[in-house]
């Protein structure tokens, strides 16, 4: 008897753990990329507002899960209590729960909004959303994802959407070139340059070449669909 209690509580386990993750799943089928939430905000058809209602509601769903990771992470034993590193740690996540439960609630507030404008009704987007409308907090797109949209772009608005992606991570290339440049200058003036994995030094400036290379190739990305608005 014991035996088969056993065996139906994995089973039984299992089962949850299968159903967990197929609604993990179907969070992420939902999500939009970034560059497909700018554009579909922007866009007029009602079947667009019910994608960005699903959208918001899935990333509601994944604030939600942050929030409550990090409200345990918050009540977590970070080693002794009277010490000020254990307090400081807690807070941290204590602030992130905060964070990722107000961004729920935006999320979900949204949700609701694009519901109601895929019904054909009047609403007014809520307090504080303009930044998940520009796609914050959306997945960014995937390199076989960028090449689709790219080749199905077929209006002014499809490459808009593309150049300001681009021109957006060209920015932020060139804070990664300087960041690690900055760590490059530091380790060369510390007098203190090696490590188990080599000169620390020349690891950054492989890292500032890359990221200016990407920087460059992200620039001449946005030039070209800068070019295709004006001419669409």
């Not at 960005?52 to 409550?68: E, G, V």
């Not at 959306?138 to 808009?160: I, M, N």
């Not at 290339?173 to 007098?191: D, I, L, P, T």
Request: net charge positive.
């Amino acid at each position: 008897m014991r035996a088969n209690h056993f065996r139906t509580t994995v089973v039984a386990g299992f089962a949850l753990l299968g159903l967990a993750a197929g609604a993990a799943a179907q969070e992420r089928q939902n999500l939009l990329t970034s560059i497909e939430v700018k554009r579909l905000v922007s866009s007029a058809e009602l079947t667009d507002h019910t994608r960005l209602r699903d959208h918001f509601a899935a990333l509601s769903d994944q604030y939600t899960t942050a929030a409550r990771r990090d409200k345990n992470l918050a009540r977590a034993p970070w080693g002794n209590p009277n010490r000020r590193s254990g307090a400081t740690v807690g807070s941290k996540y204590t602030r992130l729960a905060e964070q990722a439960t107000a961004s729920a609630a935006i999320a979900r507030e949204l949700a609701a909004h694009h519901e109601r404008l895929a019904a054909g009704l009047p609403s007014t987007p809520p307090k504080d959303s303009a930044g998940f409308e520009a796609g914050a907090g959306a997945p960014a797109p995937s390199v076989a994802q960028l090449r689709e949209l790219a080749a199905g772009a077929r209006t002014p608005a499809d490459h808009r959407s593309l150049e300001e992606y681009f021109t957006t991570l060209a920015e932020t290339q060139a804070k990664v070139e300087g960041r690690h440049r900055n760590m490059a200058a530091m380790y060369r003036g510390s007098g203190n340059r090696r490590t188990l994995g080599g000169d620390p030094a020349i690891h950054c400036d492989r890292q500032v070449k890359q990221a200016r290379e990407a920087a460059a190739e992200a620039r001449a990305t946005a030039a070209e669909h800068r070019q295709l608005v004006q001419v669409g």
